[in-house]
């Protein structure tokens, strides 16, 4: 039999080797035909610390590791996005200095 593989995005990274992986679906409602957006949470493995917050990963389905953990990182397929301000702002204070 083969093991589910599905891909998500990285919500949590604050505990050591897990991630929160989300995995967005649309359901079809039975009476109303409405498409409704749920999302499935998946708590993934992720040995070496590759993904961080914002990332989409592959992860596939494996043995139970601990009480909630029943998946595995494959590969972070793309880097999330998000953009640290304060490093922002101080790079922008020092470029400031530099030219004065």
């Given at each position: 039999?083969?093991?589910?593989?599905?891909?998500?995005?990285?919500?949590?990274?604050?505990?050591?080797?897990?991630?929160?992986?989300?995995?967005?679906?649309l359901v079809r409602h039975?009476?109303?035909?409405?498409?409704?957006?749920?999302?499935?949470?998946?708590?993934?493995?992720?040995?070496?610390?590759?993904?961080?917050?914002?990332?989409?990963?592959?992860?596939?389905?494996?043995r139970p590791r601990s009480?909630?953990?029943?998946?595995?990182?494959?590969?972070?397929?793309?880097?999330?996005?998000?953009?640290?301000?304060a490093a922002m702002r101080?790079?922008?204070?020092?470029?400031?200095?530099?030219?004065?």
């Amino acid at each position: 039999m083969s093991k589910h593989v599905a891909q998500g995005v990285v919500t949590s990274d604050k505990t050591a080797k897990t991630r929160r992986v989300e995995i967005p679906r649309l359901v079809r409602h039975p009476r109303y035909g409405k498409y409704l957006r749920r999302r499935t949470v998946c708590y993934v493995h992720d040995e070496k610390d590759e993904s961080h917050l914002g990332d989409t990963v592959e992860i596939v389905e494996c043995r139970p590791r601990s009480k909630m953990k029943r998946w595995e990182l494959v590969r972070v397929v793309s880097k999330g996005q998000v953009i640290d301000l304060a490093a922002m702002r101080a790079a922008d204070k020092a470029a400031e200095g530099e030219e004065n």
